[in-house]
């Protein structure tokens, strides 16, 4: 299925991904009001400007958050430890959103290296 907006593809996650992918698009939002959300490759980004920030994806098993970004994700390793870790994302929990802290810590330090 192609989704049309971020409305539409939490609507289609079972419980607990779709509750789990809501929290963290809430912080997300909460740290940066000016995001604007869209569908890139299919699951929800979060750009500025036109230039994706941070982006969230539901798996079978678990969930990802992808600050698009090695850089980033390699000044927060620390951050990060405990996380299955790619080279620019991360699993997590499909019942356990991401910390406020770490998703304040990632949006921010991405908009720094695209503006």
Same mark, same amino acid.
């Given at each position: 299925?192609?989704?049309?907006?971020?409305?539409?593809?939490?609507?289609?996650?079972?419980?607990?991904?779709?509750?789990?992918?809501?929290?963290?698009?809430?912080?997300?939002?909460?740290?940066?009001?000016?995001?604007?959300?869209?569908?890139?490759?299919?699951?929800?980004?979060?750009?500025?400007?036109?230039?994706?920030?941070?982006?969230?994806?539901?798996?079978?098993?678990?969930?990802?958050?992808? /600050?698009?970004? *090695?850089? %980033?994700?390699? =000044?927060?390793?620390?951050? $990060? #430890?405990?996380?299955?870790? +790619?080279?620019? !994302?991360?699993?997590? /929990?499909?019942? *356990?959103? %991401?910390?406020? =802290?770490?998703?304040?810590? $990632? #949006?921010?330090?991405?908009? +720094?290296?695209? !503006?």
């Amino acid at each position: 299925m192609k989704f049309a907006s971020v409305d539409e593809y939490l609507a289609d996650q079972p419980e607990p991904k779709r509750s789990t992918l809501q929290a963290v698009r809430e912080v997300i939002m909460a740290i940066e009001p000016g995001l604007e959300e869209a569908i890139a490759w299919n699951a929800p980004m979060f750009k500025l400007g036109g230039k994706n920030i941070i982006g969230l994806c539901s798996f079978k098993n678990h969930l990802t958050l992808s /600050p698009q970004s *090695e850089a %980033v994700m390699l =000044e927060h390793a620390d951050l $990060l #430890v405990g996380y299955l870790c +790619s080279k620019n !994302s991360f699993q997590f /929990p499909v019942d *356990e959103p %991401v910390s406020k =802290e770490l998703l304040e810590r $990632l #949006v921010r330090s991405r908009i +720094s290296e695209v !503006s």
